[in-house]
């Protein structure tokens, strides 16, 4: 049988060898994100330049000046879909990013506290008579620090939820109200 200490020093330096491995996953898993942002960016500014010597050279064909601004105008409904296919990678990007994130972390606290709990237990029942007050008090605790943890994680995803449909709705209006525009300025002709 093990000594209080002895259990004490190997809950720790499993902590911490847990925290690393923690902080290992966060890292690649951040990593990752941020290169799939890169790439998406990457990607935009190549189809951008692109686009961009496209249209300047079709804009510098035009005849004349209503030629020119039908040019112009024609590219707001591409370039509106363009923006919000981004809108949406980027928010996706973000999303899975978040979601990867939160599920080692979740595993990780489920864990460090499932041991902390199977420590406890082990300390609780060499623990002198007339303790068992302060070991209820100990589970209380780390219960109400679960279900703390619990609500908060379950409002965080709730916030992250709303500002993604925040964001997807502000890039179809924009969208919308780029291909609205788009038919008006045509009928002006």
């Known amino acids: 049988m093990f000594s209080v200490p002895e259990q004490f020093s190997a809950a720790t330096k499993a902590n911490f060898d847990a925290q690393i491995a923690l902080f290992s996953t966060f890292s690649s898993k951040t990593f990752e994100g941020v290169e799939k942002l890169l790439e998406l960016?990457?990607?935009?500014?190549?189809?951008?330049?692109?686009?961009?010597?496209?249209?300047?050279?079709?804009?510098?064909?035009?005849?004349?000046?209503?030629?020119?601004i039908s040019l112009s105008t024609s590219q707001t409904q591409p370039n509106a879909e363009k923006l919000l296919a981004y809108s949406r990678?980027?928010?996706?990007?973000?999303?899975?990013?978040?979601?990867?994130?939160?599920?080692?972390?979740?595993?990780?606290?489920?864990?460090?506290?499932?041991?902390?709990?199977?420590?406890?237990?082990?300390?609780?029942?060499?623990?002198?008579?007339g303790s068992e007050q302060f070991v209820s008090f100990f589970k209380t605790a780390i219960n109400n620090v679960n279900e703390g943890y619990e609500q908060l994680s379950k409002s965080t995803k709730q916030a992250v939820e709303a500002l993604e449909a925040n964001v997807n709705s502000t890039v179809t209006q924009l969208a919308q109200a780029g291909s609205k525009a788009a038919p008006r300025t045509a009928a002006k002709k």
Do not use: G, M, Y
């Open 89 to 129: 990678h980027l928010a996706s990007i973000a999303s899975s990013t978040q979601a990867e994130l939160t599920h080692v972390a979740e595993s990780q606290i489920a864990e460090t506290n499932r041991k902390i709990l199977s420590l406890f237990e082990e300390v609780s029942k060499n623990a002198p008579a």
């Open 41 to 68: 960016n990457l990607n935009a500014v190549k189809s951008s330049f692109e686009d961009s010597a496209a249209t300047t050279k079709q804009l510098l064909a035009a005849k004349d000046a209503q030629e020119f």
